[in-house]
């Protein structure tokens, strides 16, 4: 009896034992990841958070994507890394910059316009820390803590001429490109295509018009002819580097699929000034009185005064966009958009600067440039046959939120789990998405089964 | 032997799942299992209280006893769509019982009761990392299980036709846990559920034998709603978020499906030792729409929750046969198909259903008349299926396997 049971309990051991699945079927098809080299912006750099630092950079799409190539051959991927994890990201002031950290969310007490505590708190992007200008500046231009020649060559503002400028790594170019670049009269496409790429990756020409965007302006976009010259001297460039090398190459985002762009306009209406019939009245004087009659106010909800990019004065329309920068404080405590109450005896007209709002008319201008820039890439990619991430139709699908094993996304700022604290960069999570949509393509185009990244495997936003 | 024994026991100890079609556990009598897991048209013992109460009034003696214990060794794997990745099921050991006395105080009147536990799903999944599997975000760990009470009266008409009725009084916990995808300084954030219940059913049924040899069975378990009030909720999330997710408490929803079994069986052959039956097992699965969360304390992140099941009924087809070697010794067999009544769009790791052929085995010896000690197994061939939960987006191929010995007592006099 006793050796039956043992006789029936060995059997069922063992036939339960054995419930193996055959593991993925990686596949290159003939590709050949040797020497990946990812040539793009603050996107391929994994920049985040309004700042380069470490684990940003360890967590970019270029890294995550060659970190999937290992499994059909690829090789090492070296990434100048900056060696903080708190970060520098700086703004051009007259005669150099002012630098910063990468901003984390952060619970930060809410002031009344006194600037006294009213007793709540708001979660906030905030500086991780505060250290002086030379430490930051040191940070910046120290070396890479790994030696080059560097696989990925992102360079956060590069836009797509910036990428042929020779001297784009010298004292007058970009820091973020001096810090590793291989002369300072090299030019990125240079350090690039010396590496001789088996494959390789460019995205490039988001800051042809998030420069300007960023900017709250239509003035600084990059005509769409000298675009189409460029572009395919660049992929060209990179085609004919050596190794006849195989790519990948990305559309541009519009920018009404980045929070930075959509945020504020959610929360405060392009109308958010209410008016009696004697407010409106007094305004009304105000306004005729410093010489801005055009503007007339009315009872009941008004929309927001801001100065054009011609130095004019207009009323805001339904569907202009505020941009995150926008001083919200400025606008509760001072009357900003309306009249500077702090004024006296008299208010004072108080336009919103134009930088800080997109209207219609410049938003149309930016996204017929993303379209003609997007038909190019389409053009040469096919022309060249290259792969083709549609980043831009990808992104659109996110605003309405996607959802990957569980975990909800969207382009929505901090609760969308995709971007970063500056609305413009991914963070990780988000950067994993995109990893796996530039090897859906790649996959799609060559016939390659590239397994794909994890996603929960990488963090959203961490909170505090 | 038996050292190898214990170390094959320690090292794939696997995990429990429900088997089959969805979270119902069709082990009710050591004798039954054998021989394909048949019984709506059988009246061997007391367990004719679970398969057919009309069954229970043509047992033959006055006093009758069953008493058994199955050992589910399960085993899962699970490999991601798209994704180099594997996760399997961890090893967990699940051990559905019964218990079965029916007395006769006349010849034609039976009462007794059926203690059991029909339905039942404990399973945890793992990865080479540890517990942070991929589908973290839709189940990291889950128990649940169902016991019911089934006071019986069965009454037969000549040894023609019998009726007989229980009511069902059943017993449920749940405890499960997830991760939530929000991230602090110390990861993802948390949810343990944790609650019990009780409700009431009847289990009903007729049994005829209309000729020599031949018996038929027809036998309703009707559905209990396994309603969890008040289960504790536990959130762990990051403090600028924990206004959002207080702890809390939470009213967890779920049916057990009815079931409707025609049965037929025939023995023949010297002293009717050969028995061959057919059992059809009708399972009101669509009555799974969903497993809902209803938690007490709402906010902008909590709130009435539906997990969409989208279950459709099946038809469990099953075939038996026994053969009494001697007066000692009796053999049985078995096959069953139990086809899953969850579609490709929503295959859950938490209930990773897989449609099922099972084959048995079984026997029993007799020491002395009356009593026996019962052995059965159930292999289950564990497909593969691949699909995709598509309100979570977690897709993937799932494969499990189960092997289940059973071992039980019964006793007649």
Redesign the interface.
């Known amino acids: ?1 006793k ?4 006789i ?17 079927a ?1 596949s290159a098809n003939g590709l050949d990841f040797s020497k990946f080299v990812s040539v793009g912006n603050s996107m391929t750099a994994g920049y985040a958070d309004g700042a380069l630092y470490l684990s940003g950079q360890q967590n970019s799409i270029p890294n995550i994507m060659a970190t ?1 190539f290992k ?1 059909v051959g690829g090789g090492e991927f070296t990434q100048p890394l900056i060696g903080t994890e708190e970060g520098v990201g700086f703004t051009p002031i007259p005669g150099g910059i002012y630098c910063y950290t990468k901003r984390v ?1 952060t ?1 930060v007490p809410d002031m009344d316009c006194y600037g006294n505590p009213v007793g709540t708190a708001s ?1 906030k992007p905030a500086f991780s820390s505060n250290p002086d200008q030379a430490t930051l500046l040191q940070q910046l231009f120290a070396p890479p803590t790994v030696a080059g020649p560097y696989n990925n060559m992102g360079v956060p503002g590069a836009t797509l001429q910036a990428i042929f400028y020779p001297g784009y790594g010298s004292a007058l170019g970009n820091p973020y490109f001096k810090r590793f670049a291989t002369s300072a009269t090299t030019s990125v496409l240079k350090d690039a295509m010396a590496q001789q790429p088996t494959f390789f990756y460019l995205w490039i020409g988001n800051n042809d018009v998030l420069a300007s965007a960023l900017a709250g302006s239509d003035l600084m976009l990059t005509p769409a002819d000298t675009f189409a010259k460029y572009y395919p001297m660049a992929t060209g460039a990179l085609l004919a580097s050596g190794k006849q090398p195989k790519g990948v190459v990305a559309t541009i985002p519009d920018i009404t699929s980045i929070p930075f762009f959509t945020t504020i306009s959610k929360q405060l209406p392009w109308n958010g000034v209410p008016l009696s019939a004697t407010q409106a009245a007094q305004l009304n004087a105000v306004y005729s009185l410093q010489g801005h009659s055009e503007i007339v106010w009315k009872e009941g909800l008004n929309p927001f005064v801001y100065q054009k990019e011609n130095g004019t004065l207009a009323q805001m329309q339904e569907g202009d966009l505020f941009l995150l920068t926008l001083p919200t404080d400025s606008i509760k405590c001072r009357g900003m958009g309306i009249a500077d109450t702090t004024k006296h005896p008299m208010p004072y007209v108080y336009p919103i600067p134009g930088k800080f709002v997109l209207d219609k008319a410049e938003q149309a201008n930016i996204k017929a440039h993303v379209d003609q820039y997007n038909t190019i890439i389409r053009q040469v990619a096919a022309t060249q046959n290259l792969a083709v991430a549609d980043m831009n139709t990808y992104l659109k699908s996110f605003t309405s939120g ?7 996304v969207s382009t929505t700022f901090v609760t969308g ?1 995709l971007f970063s604290t500056d609305g413009v960069h991914l963070n990780p999570r988000g950067n994993c998405i995109a990893a ?1 949509y530039f090897i859906q393509a790649i996959n799609a185009k060559y016939g390659s089964n590239i ?4 996603v ?1 495997n990488y ?6 | ?2 050292r ?2 214990v170390l ?2 320690f ?4 995990a429990t799942t429900s088997f089959g079609g969805g979270y119902q556990v069709g082990l009710h009598n050591v004798r039954n299992i054998g021989m394909g897991l048949i019984g709506t048209s059988l009246s061997y013992d007391a367990s004719s209280l679970f398969y057919n109460p009309g069954g229970a009034a043509f047992v033959n003696e006055k006093w009758s006893f069953s008493a058994g214990v199955s ?1 589910i ?8 769509k ?5 996760a399997t099921l961890k090893h967990e050991l699940n051990t559905p019982f019964y218990f079965y006395a029916a007395f006769k105080p006349t010849k034609n009147l039976s009462v007794g009761i059926a203690v059991d536990a029909p339905y039942g799903n404990r399973l945890a999944w793992k990865d080479d990392a540890g517990d ?1 599997w ?5 189940i990291k760990d889950i128990s649940f299980k169902a016991i019911t009470y089934q006071p019986t009266i069965s009454y037969k008409i000549k040894d023609i036709i019998g009726f007989g009725v229980g009511l069902v009084y059943a017993t449920g916990t749940v405890d499960m846990n997830k991760a939530i ?5 110390n990861g993802d954030g948390t949810l343990n559920i944790k609650g019990s219940t009780s409700s009431f059913g009847f289990n009903a049924g007729i049994m005829v034998h209309p000729d020599k040899g031949w018996s038929l069975g027809l036998n309703y378990r009707s559905k209990i709603e396994m309603n969890v009030k008040g289960a504790d909720a536990t959130f762990s ?5 924990s206004s959002n997710f207080p702890n809390n408490k939470v009213d967890v929803m779920l049916p057990l499906p009815a079931n409707l079994d025609f049965g037929a069986s025939y023995e023949f052959g010297k002293n009717n030792q050969w028995m061959i039956g057919i059992n059809l097992c009708y399972v009101f699965w669509s009555t799974y729409d969903s497993l809902v969360f209803n938690f007490e304390k709402k906010t902008a992140a909590v709130n009435r929750t539906a997990t969409p099941a989208l279950y459709v009924d099946q038809m469990i087809e099953r075939i038996g046969v026994q053969f009494k070697a001697s007066k000692v010794i009796t053999l049985r067999a078995g096959g069953y198909y139990d086809p899953s009544p969850v579609s490709n769009s929503y295959l859950n790791p938490q209930t990773p259903s897989l449609t099922e052929i099972g084959v048995t085995g079984g026997l029993s ?1 007799y020491p002395f008349k009356g009593f026996s ?1 019962d ?1 059965s ?1 159930l ?1 289950l061939m ?1 497909g ?1 299926r691949s699909g995709t939960y598509s ?4 897709a993937g ?1 799932y ?7 059973g ?1 039980g007592l019964s006793y007649s006099f």
């Open positions: 009896m050796k039956i049971l043992f029936i309990l060995s059997l069922a051991m063992l036939t339960a034992c054995e419930r193996k699945i055959d593991e993925f990686a999937q499994t969310l619970i979660l996607m959802v990957f094993d569980g975990i909800k789990g796996n397994p794909q990244a994890n929960t963090p959203g936003l961490i909170f505090p | 032997m038996r190898i024994t094959l026991l090292f794939c100890l696997a050992l060794f399960a085993r899962g794997t699970y490999q991601a798209d994704v180099n990745y594997q942070n991929k589908g973290r975000y839709l995808p929000l991230q602090g300084v999330v990051p403090q600028s978020l010896v000690v052995a197994f292999y564990g593969k309100p979570d987006n977690f191929t494969r499990t396997g189960f092997s289940i010995p071992i």
